[in-house]
T-cell receptor, first 115, second 112 residues
Framework: AQSVTQLDSQVPVFEEAPVELRCNYSSSVSVYLFWYVQYPNQGLQLLLKYLSGSTLVKGINGFEAEFNKSQTSFHLRKPSVHISDTAEYFCAVSEESGGYQKVTFGTGTKLQVIP | NAGVTQTPKFQVLKTGQSMTLQCAQDMNHNSMYWYRQDPGMGLRLIYYSASEGTTDKGEVPNGYNVSRLNKREFSLRLESAAPSQTSVYFC???????????FGSGTRLTVV
């Protein structure tokens, strides 16, 4: 069975500093990996995804993530955060199962950007 | 382009009451999903519909039923609400496993 672990429930970081949000997964088959962002009182929005190919993927709002198969990780990074990046971030792993997309979400990491 | 539309946005129910949460998407997606979000637990799948005319249970289906009315609409029904169903409910849709989900803005449900 697939699972996703987000190691940090909250990450405070000063504005313009770099940030890394950690995600580890487990799965017995090939997977697709996603990061979503949730702003207060809104639904989740897709930030980026890894399907195959280059292990470094770029997403919206200057975020990027690196897929590491040997460490089963998919950490999210941004070199310089802004106040507007304050939100909750969810890592998700997807595998195809019987023609549908079986997705497991992590428990989320709240990014707090400090002015 | 509205994406995924959920109604209502907020609802308060008394224990034992019933209600239906509505979800509609205008992107011609085949798959639709209902999740609940609770603090510290991430998102948990209640039911999904891989295509029009099919529905299946997810991780936490007890106390819920669903209807895939047509390709656009996927409703979630609580027959007899319980305080444990107090949560934020999200509907999502997807064209396939490579694309990720498009989420609605959620329904915040309180059962008292």
């Amino acid at each position: 069975a697939q699972s996703v672990t987000q190691l940090d429930s909250q990450v405070p970081v000063f504005e313009e500093a770099p940030v890394e949000l950690r995600c580890n997964y487990s799965s017995s088959v090939s997977v697709y990996l996603f990061w979503y962002v949730q702003y207060p009182n809104q639904g989740l929005q897709l930030l980026l995804k890894y399907l195959s190919g280059s292990t470094l993927v770029k997403g919206i709002n200057g975020f990027e993530a690196e897929f590491n198969k040997s460490q089963t990780s998919f950490h999210l990074r941004k070199p310089s955060v802004h106040i507007s990046d304050t939100a909750e971030y969810f890592c998700a792993v997807s595998e195809e199962s019987g023609g549908y997309q079986k997705v497991t979400f992590g428990t989320g990491t709240k990014l707090q950007v400090i002015p | 382009n509205a994406g995924v539309t959920q109604t209502p946005k907020f609802q308060v129910l008394k224990t034992g009451q019933s209600m239906t949460l509505q979800c509609a998407q205008d992107m011609n997606h085949n798959s639709m999903y209902w999740y609940r979000q609770d603090p510290g637990m991430g998102l948990r799948l209640i039911y999904y519909s891989a295509s029009e005319g099919t529905t299946d249970k997810g991780e936490v289906p007890n106390g819920y039923n669903v209807s895939r009315l047509n390709k656009r609409e996927f409703s979630l029904r609580l027959e007899s609400a319980a305080p444990s169903q107090t949560s934020v409910y999200f509907c999502a849709s997807s064209p396939g496993p490579y694309y990720g989900y498009t989420f609605g803005s959620g329904t915040r449900l309180t059962v008292v």
